[in-house]
């Protein structure tokens, strides 16, 4: 009995959790696609949407990255989150969170390609969390 009940919590978390990280996604990426703000907070809320999106089909399976330095870790501990596009996600997060957003957050340097670089790094991630969460 006990064992069915936490069973049954467990589902029920990791649902409320999955729902919360996917509600994020859709508000962070509607932002970060908007033609109308800042090319810094663009790329601020695409690298955001980008984490909750990793964190949307963690949640799938009952793990939690935490923050967004744990991505590496956290995908390479669990690599049942992407599978075979594991490397390509937290390479294409990492991309974005060490090499792009920079450029926007920190220094002046962020150009129009880079700003299109950020949008192609988040649909990658977009796309593969898609797949996951349609399995």
């Avoid at 790329?43 to 793990?63: M, T």
């Avoid at 935490?66 to 690599?79: C, D, F, I, M, S």
């Amino acid at each position: 009995m006990y064992r069915k009940a936490y069973r049954r919590v467990c589902y029920h978390i990791t649902m409320a959790q999955l729902s919360v990280h996917l509600t994020k996604l859709k508000t962070l990426q509607s932002e970060g696609l908007r033609d109308d703000i800042s090319p810094e907070l663009r790329v601020e809320a695409l690298f955001l949407a980008s984490y909750q999106a990793v964190e949307a089909a963690a949640a799938r399976i009952n793990v939690h990255i935490g923050k967004h330095q744990n991505v590496r870790r956290e995908l390479e501990a669990n690599t049942e989150v992407f599978g075979d596009r594991t490397d390509e996600v937290w390479r294409a997060f990492q991309d974005l969170e060490t090499r792009i957003r920079p450029k926007f957050i920190y220094g002046q340097s962020g150009s129009k390609s880079d700003l299109a670089e950020a949008i192609r790094l988040f649909r990658v991630i977009e796309s593969r969390t898609k797949e996951v969460l349609e399995q």
